[in-house]
T-cell receptor, first 117, second 112 residues
Framework: GAVVSQHPSWVICKSGTSVKIECRSLDFQATTMFWYRQFPKQSLMLMAT?????????EQGVEKDKFLINHASLTLSTLTVTSAHPEDSSFYIC?????????????FGSGTRLTVV | GENVEQHPSTLSVQEGDSAVIKCTYS??????FPWYKQELGKRPQLIIDIRSNVGEKKDQRIAVTLNKTAKHFSLHITETQPEDSAVYFC???????????FGTGTRLTIIP
């Protein structure tokens, strides 16, 4: 249980174009999902917290107009990298909390490797 | 906000020996401490976790200890095997604000 599906697993796009990444919770409802970015040989850095039915909360230094997040349902959150540039090339991972109170955990999507050329 | 420090950044261990990775956290409200193993280009895989009401947890060759007073927790891998080679991340989680903060990672290399 507690599976998060993320697509695509990898994408190559031209500079200036936009890319959408989807994250779905398959067997649980995720009121909140999280988006991380990981550069090579570095730790995962939280970009934003995606809340169902409301605006996402962005971490300091993350451009909200560049990284558009939509959490339209309890099982789907999307991240759109707009006007992508080579420096946006990275590994993007979504995650969600499952369960509540005593029994809970944190599960990750499979990640999306974005390469902007 | 929460700050998690992880040491060492790299660790080489002879096959069969034990490996220990240590983390400290700053937010006393953190109540869940997972450890992840990440292979190149893949998602972090949860290998063990511990909640704040427990001091130690063991799962076969892997164990985690938590000292809430000192705000540190450690991962112990015994009888290491080549397939244990990977990057390991500690993390602290505050269920109240659902914030998961990662350590900087440890690259563990098991020498055959």
């Amino acid at each position: 249980g507690a599976v998060v599906s993320q697509h695509p697993s990898w994408v190559i796009c031209k500079s200036g174009t936009s890319v959408k990444i989807e994250c779905r919770s398959l067997d649980f409802q995720a009121t909140t999902m999280f988006w991380y970015r990981q550069f090579p040989k570095q730790s995962l850095m939280l970009m934003a917290t995606s809340n169902e039915g409301s605006k996402a909360t962005y971490e300091q230094g993350v451009e909200k107009d560049k990284f558009l997040i939509n959490h339209a349902s309890l099982t789907l959150s999307t991240l759109t990298v707009t006007s992508a540039h080579p420096e946006d090339s990275s590994f993007y991972i979504c995650s969600a909390v499952w369960g509540e109170k005593i029994n809970y955990g944190y599960t990750f999507g499979s990640g999306t490797r974005l390469t902007v050329v | 906000g929460e700050n998690v420090e992880q040491h060492p950044s790299t660790l080489s261990v002879q096959e069969g020996d034990s490996a220990v990775i240590k983390c400290t956290y700053s937010d006393s409200a953190s109540n869940y401490f997972p450890w992840y193993k990440q292979e190149l280009g893949k998602r972090p895989q949860l290998i063990i976790d511990i909640r704040s009401n427990v001091g130690e947890k063991k799962d076969q060759r892997i164990a985690v200890t938590l000292n809430k007073t000192a705000k540190h927790f450690s991962l112990h891998i015994t009888e290491t095997q080549p397939e244990d080679s990977a990057v390991y991340f500690c993390a602290s989680f505050n269920f109240g604000n659902e914030k998961l903060t990662f350590g900087t990672g440890t690259r563990l290399t098991i020498i055959p």
